[in-house]
Every structure is written in C-alpha cells, then in structure tokens.
C-alpha cells in the first residue's frame, strides 16, 4: 500500500513563500495527490490536487516531481490565517466499481506563521 | 450557502452503548463521506455514500456503519462503543461520487468512557 510522509511541523515568517514537502514512493501511476489543511477547531479544507504535472489554483501550487515520488504544496505569500495543518492525500483507483478508492493520509505538517 | 452540518456537536457515551451522528451536506451535493480523526492515527476514511448506497468503505470492523437518505443527509451509527473509538467524526460533502473537492462539517467529538 502506498505511504505518505510529511514533516511534523514547519516554520514560516509571514509573506514569505512557504514550501510543504510529502514523500509517497510507493505512489502508484493512478494515484492522485490531494492536499487538505485544516486550521484550529475547524474541519478539514480542500486546498490542490493533481496527477502528472504541477497545478495551480487561487490559494496554492502543487509542483510533482517528475517521478512523482514526491510533490511540494508551496504557498506562496503565507499570512497568518494560513497557520493550520497540513495534510498530503493519496487517492487509489481501486477498479471495483465506478468512482471505487482507496485513500492513504499523511500525519500532517502543522505550519505555524510568524508575524 | 450553508455549510455542512452535523449533530450533535459533542456526546458523551460509555463502553458498550451505541451512538448514532448525523451529516446534512451542503444543497445539492449528493455524496457524503464520513471519516475518524485522533491524535494517534490522525485522520482515517470511514465511507461514502452517494444516492443512498454505500459506494466506497474504508478499513473499519463492521460495527461502524452509516446510511444515507433520498435527500443525501446521512447517519453514521457505532455500536458496541469501545474506549478507542473516542474520536472526532467528521463528515464532508461534495456534488457528486468520489469528487475531488469534499466540503468538511465541523465534526461530531465523541468520548467514550
């Protein structure tokens, strides 16, 4: 089964990029990666996903590595309201059925941003 | 718009009982997933129901189950409590089977005693 590993927690100064690593090796070709954040007391919030090539969207940039054995959620100006976890998702086809998955979570990264 | 939203928000039950937590998604979206979230294994996928079945299932015993409505609220029900499934319940919604953007409530906390 795949694995997601991220660092437990990152430091960043406010208006700064800010860049949050997630290694998944054993990622297979189908996989999608998925990131979700999650800020204090508050249920989880879709932020990026992508398959191939790096994505970007109004809150966020996933870049992949090419082997995609890697992906980087960056941020790109980081403001205190960006202070939350953060969390790196797989999504497996599993084929048993139309819109069929498994899903792998990593533990999260908890960004703090200081003023 | 208004959110997802899930009742109760907090519940206190004791090893043995039974505990049913209900989700009602934002208008319009079809699909409801429910997930467990605790400090030691962090965030887990439970189900997702889409038109009233059960469409993906994740590795939880059977004693977690849930069930969905023709109007695409949901309940999940856990029964014979265990101290370990002390937990938040989240649930998330989103338009349509297995899409990308799910929409999360703010969670049921469930302690079991």
């Known amino acids: 089964d795949a694995k997601t590993t991220q660092p437990n927690s990152m430091e960043s100064n406010e208006e700064e990029p800010v860049h949050l690593p997630c290694n998944h090796s054993?990622?297979?070709?189908?996989?999608?990666i998925h990131w979700y954040r999650q800020l204090p007391s508050q249920g989880p919030e879709y932020v990026i996903h992508g398959l191939t090539s790096n994505v970007n969207n109004r809150m966020a940039s996933l870049a992949i590595a090419e082997d995609r054995k890697s992906s980087t959620l960056i941020l790109h100006r980081a403001t205190l309201r960006d202070a939350a976890v953060y969390y790196c998702?797989?999504?497996?086809?599993?084929?048993?059925?139309?819109?069929?998955?498994?899903?792998?979570f990593g533990k999260g990264t908890k960004l703090s941003v200081i003023p | 718009k208004a959110g997802v939203t899930q009742t109760p928000r907090y519940l206190i039950k004791t090893r043995g009982q039974q505990v049913t937590l209900s989700c009602s998604p934002i208008s319009g979206h079809r699909s409801v997933s429910w997930y467990q979230q605790t400090p030691g294994q962090g965030l887990q996928f439970l189900f997702e129901?889409?038109?009233?079945?059960?469409?993906n299932k994740g590795n939880f015993p059977g004693r977690f189950s849930g069930r969905q409505f023709s109007n695409s609220r949901s309940e999940m029900n856990v029964s014979t409590l265990e101290l370990g499934d002390s937990a938040l319940y989240l649930c998330?919604?989103?338009?349509?089977?297995?899409?990308?953007?799910?929409?999360f409530g703010p969670g049921t906390r469930l302690t079991v005693l």
């Open positions: 998330a919604s989103s338009l349509g089977l297995a899409d990308d953007e799910q929409f």
């Open positions: 129901y889409f038109s009233e079945t059960q469409r």
């Open positions: 054993t990622i297979s070709g189908t996989d999608y």
């Open positions: 998702i797989l999504r497996h086809s599993t084929y048993s059925g139309a819109g069929s998955y498994q899903l792998t």
